[in-house]
């Protein structure tokens, strides 16, 4: 079964550091673009970063650029999210996707449930 | 930046049809991605490449793409569509990703 379960969530105070993780299965992890897109509590989808299947190319919306970092590692079939300096708009629910098509850079087929972060003091 | 416009929501009765739009600057020259979210789940997709259904999805649903807008079509909508629907692309480069405000279907 194809599958993405992410942890590493929680509560974190303003400026903080958390680091996310999301652990692939059922796939050829490392022949995928992989995505995080978040969901503020009551708002809509915000994409957040993008990165290749190499991990040479990194992509991140201007909201986290300088502050988060995306990275994988090909070994344990796993996707993390670094975030630094934490601000309470980026709490949120956060999901890791896959994105459908080995020569796509968006359009994401495959989603995990999500890992919540609640950034406040 | 780069934004989708999508209405906030659409309200249809049991066996009409509803339809989400999307527009955007870009969309005649990128691809877009429809995503269907229901409370406490992870999003969908259910359509891609503007009109492709993905795997499972019923084919009452369906996309359209005219210009810079492109179109979500529900027909004969029925109790469990009611959702929030977003739409996806990316600008001219392809890489940064957008989505859609999001709209939220009613069914009366």
């Known amino acids: 079964e194809v599958q993405l379960v992410e942890s590493g969530g929680g509560l974190v105070k303003p400026g903080g550091s958390l680091r996310l993780s999301c652990a692939a299965s059922g796939f050829n992890f490392n022949t995928y673009y992989m995505n995080w897109v978040r969901q503020a509590p009551g708002k809509g989808l915000e994409w957040v970063a993008s990165l290749s299947s190499g991990g040479r190319d990194h992509y991140y919306a201007d909201s986290v650029k300088g502050r988060f970092t995306i990275s994988r590692d090909s070994a344990k079939n796993s996707l993390y999210l670094q975030m630094n300096s934490l601000r309470a708009e980026d709490t949120g629910l956060y999901f890791c996707?896959?994105?459908?098509?080995?020569?796509?850079?968006?359009?994401?087929?495959?989603w995990g449930q999500g890992t919540s972060v609640t950034v406040s003091s | 930046s780069y934004e989708l416009t999508q209405p906030p929501s659409v309200s249809v009765s049991p066996g009409q049809t509803a339809r989400i739009t999307c527009s955007g600057d870009?969309?005649?020259?990128?691809?877009v991605y429809w995503y269907q979210q229901k409370p406490g789940q992870a999003p969908v997709l259910v359509i891609y490449k503007d009109s492709e259904r993905s795997s499972g999805i019923p084919e009452r649903i369906s996309g359209s793409s005219s210009g810079t807008t492109v179109t979500l079509t529900i027909s004969g909508v029925q109790a469990e569509d009611e959702a929030d629907y977003y739409c996806?692309?990316?600008?001219?480069?392809?890489?940064?990703?957008?989505f859609g405000g999001g709209t939220k279907l009613t069914v009366l």
């Open positions: 996707a896959r994105t459908q098509g080995h020569y796509d850079t968006f359009g994401y087929d495959v």
């Open positions: 996806q692309s990316a600008d001219s480069s392809g890489f940064r990703v957008v």
């Open positions: 870009e969309l005649s020259k990128q691809y």
